[in-house]
């Protein structure tokens, strides 16, 4: 199965603060059909998971524009331009080119 | 709306089975996959397998093979996953997801004698 690797694990943050998360992936994460099938969910406390960014950079309908995804191949970055309360919790990556689909270990944005 | 609408929690004892529901509303029920995670206490999330609701047909991770049954009534908009022979490693919660899009709130099981 393909590792998807996260970094940090955990992330201190102010408010208004920019960060990044990197995810890296043991296998390139470019389909045949020329898509790469790579998306960000945040997972806020207690609550169930949203999809943030899919196919690495495209944003889900109603996500804030301060959150942004980037790379290609193996290796991949979230970026929040500005972090706001609502932003805490844990962020995955998943990927969905090769079978199974696979989510990385998470990232936990917390509140310096 | 989409709304995905999951079943209680549900405490069973080792060897037991349970079946889980995930009742969808607000979109055409046929026309996407349902997926199942597995996310337990304090880890990351486990992808369990698919099912479309149009034809019946699934797909599963080799690792859930024999653990996990998908299946569908179309009649009520509802997709169901039964576990088997549960041990406390099937403690979790279970989320059932339209492609990531939207997800149910999730169903805690808890294995305890």
């Known amino acids: 199965d393909v590792v998807l690797t996260q970094t940090p694990p955990t992330l201190s943050a102010t408010i208004g603060q920019s960060v990044s998360i990197s995810c890296r992936s043991s296998?390139?994460?470019?389909?045949?059909?020329?898509?790469?099938?790579l998306h960000w969910l945040l997972q806020r406390p207690g609550q169930s998971p949203q999809l943030l960014i899919y196919l690495v950079s495209r944003l889900e309908s109603g996500v804030p524009n301060r959150f942004s995804g980037s790379g290609s191949g193996t290796d991949f970055t979230l970026k929040i331009s500005g972090v706001e309360a609502e932003d805490l919790g844990v962020y995955y990556c998943v990927q969905g080119t090769h079978a199974p689909p696979t989510f990385g270990g998470g990232t936990k944005l917390e509140l310096k | 709306q989409v709304n995905l609408l999951q079943s209680g929690a549900a405490l069973v004892k080792p060897g037991a089975s349970v079946k889980l529901s995930c009742k969808a509303s607000?979109?055409?029920?046929?026309?996407?996959?349902i997926h199942w995670v597995k996310q337990s206490h304090g880890k990351s999330l486990e992808w369990i397998g698919y099912i479309n609701p149009n034809s019946g047909y699934t797909n599963y991770n080799e690792k859930f093979k024999s653990k996990a049954t998908l299946t569908v009534d179309k009649s009520t908009n509802t997709a169901y996953m039964e576990l088997s022979r549960l041990t406390s490693e099937d403690s979790a919660t279970y989320y059932c997801?339209?492609?990531?899009?939207?997800w149910g709130q999730g169903t805690l099981v808890t294995v305890s004698s």
């Open positions: 607000g979109y055409t029920f046929t026309d996407y996959y």
């Open positions: 296998q390139s994460l470019l389909h045949s059909n020329g898509n790469t099938y």
């Open positions: 997801t339209r492609s990531y899009t939207e």
